[in-house]
């Protein structure tokens, strides 16, 4: 493809492998956040109808944040580390020298179309590699903005936009890559594992899943809280379009009727009541989405347990901020990704069921837990299994560049955020430095029988392979007076 050996060949120049260079692209970044404010904001509001709080909060000040925490610290992340070696290989030092992986590739995600795409690249220079960025197309004004102007800020010999659909996404995975990055679905995902493994290319995946809450009981004031936040949670990031939303809930049936009602009064007071009057809530990204959504409602099953919302407009995109009330198990909407302003309740006998009902489903992006019980956090931390687990609160994790952000199993594989960014985007090389002082040497035939027990015992105690050292050294300039 044109444009990428140009790329390898401002890698191999070595150009992006200075603190300097690194330094000033990321510079160059939050300069362009900074002058181009308002267009990103208009165009959040083309593609998805974000509002500007929204949009500033999941997606500008998101990337301003992961920057600058980035700049702060790259000096650090890129300082060789010592290494550890046994006393057995006395006299000698090794260190761990982490460099660039190469050309890589960012495949970015519609929903956070800004924030998915630019904060992998952030990782991506800060570990000094050259970048292919190829944003969505299903934002086609964020991706049309990020190609107009990023040239503009970013070195073009080294970082490329490319705009295109499913055609060019295709033609970009033919060429082999030093790491692909993808953000989207599992069934995406696929696709491009199996293109990478016939160049042998290491991915990372950051695809999703039915992120699931457990409420447990608390007291009115508590319960008023887990309500509100598991509200912001679920309809205040893109509408539910979020690969960390949650997706379903599981509640104790005594409290079913309390969290209904509750759920109710804050969709009215943050969002509205009438699907033509929403307000701070994301439309749906597009007709194709908009139908496999409303497919989801029209199973019988699952229309009759829908006890608040499920109004549509059809031509703004809208879909009302909708709760169902046990909902078939088997139903589409508990056996896929639902990805929109749906939230199915599950109600249980005890909480503590809540572990094997999640169990028995693909492993989540992340298990959200409103509980002050320990015993209850216990179970959840080390019977289940997940990318993330947040306690008391939803959605938080994403902005935290000390967290490692990642899925495991079906939700995704490889990390990033801050440190765990440059790690991704990096080679830790292991760097061992010998001398040409202290060579033992066999003289006679016992030597080896000593010198087996020496690496025997050096291997296992690293003070007995130094004492075993020192006595071997003994034995060396001791003088042979049989001769």
Known sequence: MEGLEGLRRTFRSGRTRGVDWRKSQLLALVKFLDENEAQILEALEQDLGKH??????????????????????????????????????????????????????????????????????????????????????????????????????????AIKIIEGGSDVAEQLLQHPWDKIFFTGSPR???????????????????????????????????????????????????????????????????????????LKSCIKRFYGENVEKLQNICRIVNKQHFDRICKFLEE???????????????????????????????????????????????????????????????????????????????QILQETSSGSVVINDTLIQFICDGLPFGGVGASGFGRYHGKYSFDTFSHEKPVMHRTFFLELEARHPPWNEFKMDFIRLGYKFDYIGLLFLLLGLRRMFTPNRSR
């Open 52 to 157: 500007p709080v929204e949009a500033y909060r999941d997606e500008i000040g998101f990337l301003k944040k992961s920057a600058e925490h980035s700049l702060q610290h790259i000096k650090k992340w890129m300082a060789p580390k010592k290494g550890q070696l046994p006393l057995l290989l006395f006299p000698s030092r090794a260190e761990i020298l982490p460099e660039p992986l190469g050309t890589v590739l960012i495949i970015g995600s519609w929903n956070f179309p800004c924030s998915l795409t630019l904060d992998p690249l952030i990782g991506a220079i800060s570990a000094g590699n050259t970048v292919v960025i190829k944003p969505s197309e299903l934002a086609p004004a964020c991706s049309s903005l990020l190609c107009r102007t990023i040239p503009c800020y970013l070195d073009s010999e």
């Open 300 to 378: 019988p099953g699952v229309a009759a347990s829908i006890v608040y919302g499920g109004s549509i407009n059809r031509e703004t995109l809208m879909i009302e901020p909708t709760i169902l009330l046990d909902p078939p198990l088997d139903s589409q909407i508990m056996t896929e990704e639902i990805f929109g302003p749906l939230l199915p309740i599950i109600t249980l006998d005890d909480i503590e069921e809540s572990i094997d009902f999640i169990n028995a489903r693909p492993k989540p992006l992340t298990i959200y837990a409103f509980t002050k019980n320990g015993k209850l956090k216990e």
């Open 188 to 262: 995406v995902g696929r696709i491009i594992m199996s293109a990478a493994a016939k160049h042998l290319t290491p991915v990372t995946l950051e695809l999703g899943g039915k992120c699931p809450v457990i409420l447990d009981s608390f007291s009115d004031s508590d319960f008023k809280v887990a309500v509100k936040r598991i509200s912001s949670g679920k309809w205040g990031s893109c509408a539910g379009q979020a690969c960390i939303g949650i997706d379903y809930l599981l509640v104790q049936q005594k409290f079913a009727s309390l969290l209904v009602e509750s």
